[in-house]
């Protein structure tokens, strides 16, 4: 597996990027839509889509080097969404009909521009007015008990919205601030805390550029992160050298052709990714972390000197890696021993390593495991604190890493809730609230009256539907602010009373906000008006601080001053580590990295300064039978690792199918060649695929390059047929190995 075999499926394309990618910009930029798009394109603020970050002060195509050409057809995508006309649903459709529809239906509705209330038994939503709106919600909150009311975020807000959220809901008393990290990042979030003393990136651009290799884990960047691939291609023109780790080949990790580089990459067929593909065992990439450990200690690679200084318990870390014995390691993660060694060589050849991961390994039941086994290796071969390497998450939503920066988490850390205290003047909670999980148990038992849902996607995001809209169901008024309808609006609908509200996106706001990336940039994002006409949308914090002030009035701080957001900066520059230049930027317009997170040095952010390394547990992987799924006992029973299509965000479909993985539609399980022939089958034919909550019937299969045993499907589609286990220390489900039985 160390090359990559052409795909048994001839649909799938030489590289990732590519002409498709083309096609689109023309096809949307030269669209009656596209001089808006273009206009947007060059609005000054940060891309929607993720958290590589691009646009802001420097204008819309610049990233926070200068480097100019730097913006994907994703964020074209994302803003040809918004830019839709209105939404006209409420008076044509039930919600009866409008449940029936698809996530890419439901996106393709328009834009939402009134303010919606479905009230108790109605079996459609009405329009209501703002006022109205505020009051209904201002009431759900009021002088209810703090463990009865919940916030759940998603991370395209502005870090504005969020600290305001958070505030609103810990001045009730609450802590229970469910965000969609929890079911993505918490497991970086958590473990890089524990170690480094800081849970995001510890790499910004710049140094990821003096790199000479990079360990990409569990990420599909081609399709999530296309912009980090322009660095993957600039680092092996330098002569570096990439090791990829993923079940799956995916094509643009192999090969992938940057519009970026017209000549070098378009023109030639695309630039090569990959120097070594690692393909393990879904779940284990801690036995293959554990067996480099290995075989950096049988080369002599350990850099010893620099742990005596610089770490503590690693000694422990480097005894676990000598007391496994090969025979476990390769058979748990399924990857040769001449591979492993070959990987750690690569590894103690490279000047710099940065070592980069993503969903792959963070949505695992032992997700923090992981981490840490990642992070050891990066200690161990004394790639962090230096120019060119460390660990770095690869964020998931444009501003998702500033909504945890804001405090958006169930889980209040100390200084900020002695800041919180200060401001607010009273004592706040300390009992860590409800996750995401946590919270949709919680109203799955009754104990939620109130839920207001700040974007996202709560019912569609979350495993097992049937119990997400159940949980939903007993919450007796659930605010939904959004910008597109979504699943979630038709699904997911209070006992009493469900509000959907229309907000203005990032582009269209009339306060200036700021975002930040996941290299820890923040920007400043302009002013702007939306192109629906006669609608009647709000801003977030104009919401927010209406609401705030309804319940607490002027104490200890005027809540209507919070719809100022040059004030709420200044707030957050009092309260948040490392945002002190938030304070100024209306004057200054410096967008700035934040303080207290990038590591060139080997200090840490640690009480000691040291880096705290702790060993981890190799996992025992089973699966159960077909008949403990349900299914016949011919059943063939696969670990399915659910994700994204090339075109779709999270759980809003923008088109069918996916073109670099072959497949034409979205309801295909992609499979091994040699499982699908052992189940007496071929492509094309269809299946049902069974998991521990239900089962989808004649789903196609697909060829595709990925390792036997292992199968992948489509999110948020999948997620009607399975309930995961977590990984306890930071809530996040197992969404990358879900056991089900094909047949
Ligand atoms: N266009 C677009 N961009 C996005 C998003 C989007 O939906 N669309 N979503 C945003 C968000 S919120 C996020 S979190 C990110 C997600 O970005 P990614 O994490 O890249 O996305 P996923 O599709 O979840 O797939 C991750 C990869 O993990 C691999 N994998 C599965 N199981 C394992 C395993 O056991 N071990 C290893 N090593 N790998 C495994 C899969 O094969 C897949 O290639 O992207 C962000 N950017
Ligand atoms: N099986 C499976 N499940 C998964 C995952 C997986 O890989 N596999 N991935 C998980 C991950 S990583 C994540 S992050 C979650 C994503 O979960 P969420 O973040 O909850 O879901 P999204 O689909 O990103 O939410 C999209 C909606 O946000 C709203 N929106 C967009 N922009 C704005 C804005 O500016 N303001 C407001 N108020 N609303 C806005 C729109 O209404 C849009 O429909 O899904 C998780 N679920
Ligand atoms: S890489 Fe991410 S932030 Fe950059 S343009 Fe593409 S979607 Fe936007
Ligand atoms: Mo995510």
Redesign the pocket.
Known sequence: MTTHSSSANSAVPEAGGGLPVLQYWAEKTLSPQGVQIWKTLNHKSACL???WGTGGQKGGFVNEDGEILQRCM?SV?AIAAELMPPAGFHDRYTLAELQQLSSMECDRLGRLHLPLVRRAGGDRYEPISWDEAIALTADAFRDKPPERIASYSS?RSSNEAAFLLQLMIRALGSNNLAD?SDL??APSTVGLKQMVGTGTSMVSLESLKQADCVVL?????P????RLMNELIQLRDRGGTVIV????V?VGLVKFASPAYPIKSMLSGGSDISSLYLQ??????VALFVGIQKALIEQDQVKRDFLHTHAEHWEAVVEQAQSTDWETIIRTCGIARPEIEQAARMIAAASGVVFA?????T??ANGVDNIWSIANTALLSGNVGKPGAGTMP????SN?QGFGSMGVSARLQDPLREALEALLQKPLRREAGYDTRALIEAADAGAIETLLCLGGNLYAANPDHTQAQRAIAQVDTVVYLATKPNLGHFHGLGRQTTLLLPVFNRFENPHKTTAESGNNFVRLNDTGTTHLRDADLMAEVDFLAAIAHRIHGTHPIDWRQLTDTRYVRQLIARTISGYGKIGDIDDTLAEFTIGGRIFTQPSFGTSSGKAQMFTTPLPHLTLPSAAELGAPDHGLVLAL????S?S???TVVYRDGDKYRGMAHRHCILMNPDDVAQGGWQAGDRVTVRGNAGQLEHVEIVYGD?RPG?A?MFYPEVNAIFAAPIDARCGTPA???VPVAVF
């Open positions: 889509s993720c958290a994703k995508e991370g969609c993505c990042h884990i569990g990420s599909n960047a399709a999530n992160h296309p780790v993923n079940p799956t995916e393990p065992i879904p779940g284990s990439d991961w993503a969903m792959g390994v949505q695992q690869i964020r998931g939503h998702v690792g659910t994700g994204r090339y779709q965000h999270n990925i292992a992948m969404f990358k190995r």
